[in-house]
């Protein structure tokens, strides 16, 4: 592409500039503007259309807190304190049923469920408190990486640029695309329902993930007796599913539940969703690094994908800060490469782990289904490494200021 200095003299110049306003971006550009460094963000003002929920783990919660965003909403969120898994195959070899407990680690809860459009409000309050933060309600159009500068273009005929350009823009990125970086993708022979519901039994704080031959389907809890449902399954089961009635529908969710939450009524709002694995060849490259779905697309099983972006944004702000410390171009290929290497292990190390648990899931071969139902029995069994599981399942590698 042409330099956009060539078409327009003089841009805006930033420190970092963050594409994209979904949950990841905002964070990011919250944790960014917090460090000092001059931050734009460029995304529209749009309401969260839809009513799907997010388990923030427990460093998710750390970097909200940080930044000045949980206290807003959290009291529009339901604490996680156990986590059950229920193997509801009905095949030959089946695995025990376990219970995670936070206060086996000395942890209140695991993290915390909350509708995704209450912390994207949360988050847009913080964003317009921040004086080294300006907003722009706009999309970006061109992204153009230079020597020194990314030159962005916006539809609405603005021209910024920053010395850094983060990529929250989402799985089709137009930042992923400017910065060369190439991406595999694998389709999966499965697609997830989700949907709200109400039900007349408490749930003590106990998120259920029944496993079934198709997929996990997790009832995790919300506010009151409520709960919120992803379900997966092959495409033609969730496209029957999305079309069946409220009572209808209801009714295979309590059927699925086995009751445990007695009578169950589906609240408004539906979303279907094709799942897939999507990983860049790299995370950061030409003055832009990546995070949230332009950096990874996992399915829906661990409550891992929001929670990878949200550690994207702190690891990059970390980084940032550090940087501004150093005195060193926020751009530079030393500051990408500290990026990618804090993040390529994490994401995937968990990509495969997530693979891995959904083809256990998948296969009908008895070794599969045999080494599945021992790795079960184990973490029921011996508790220093139920211990550890449970530990690394909430990322306890990374804390905020740790490098």
Known sequence: MCGMSDILPQPDHFDVMVIGGGPAGVAAAIAIASTGASTALIARRLP?????????????????????????????????????LVDD????????????????????????????????????????ELPHLIRFDDEAEIVSPEETAVAVS???????????VVGA???????RDAAGISVSRKLLPQAALTFNVSHNRPHRNVSTEFHTSAGPCVFVPLPGRNSSVVWVMQPRDAERMLALSDDELAAAAEKQSHSILGKITVQPG????????ERPQHFASKRIALVGEAAHVVPPIGAQGLNMGLRDAGALADIVRE??????????????????????????GRSMVIDLVNRSLLSDLLPVQAARAFGLHLLSGV????????????AMAWRPGRR
């Open 383 to 394: 508790g220093v490494l139920r211990r550890l599981a449970m530990r690394e399942g909430l």
């Open 154 to 164: 916006t539809r609405q005929g603005r021209l910024l640029s920053a010395a850094l």
């Open 48 to 84: 969260y259309g839809d009513n799907r929920t997010t388990a923030l783990l427990g460093d998710s919660i750390d970097l909200l807190d940080r930044i000045d965003v949980w206290r807003r909403c959290t009291s529009k969120s339901a604490a996680l304190r156990v986590m059950r």
């Open 323 to 348: 940087a501004r410390e150093r005195g060193d171009d926020l751009g530079s290929p030393a500051v990408l490469q500290r990026f990618e290497s804090a993040r390529r292990g994490d994401i995937n």
């Open 169 to 175: 823009d989402g799985r089709k990125s137009l930042c």
């Open 89 to 128: 195959t009905d095949r030959l070899i089946r695995a025990p049923e376990v219970a995670f407990r936070a206060e086996e680690i000395g942890l209140d809860a695991f993290g915390y469920n909350i509708e995704n459009r209450h912390l994207m409000v949360a988050l847009e309050e913080r964003a317009d």
């Open 270 to 277: 539906r979303n279907l969703f094709p799942l897939s694995f």
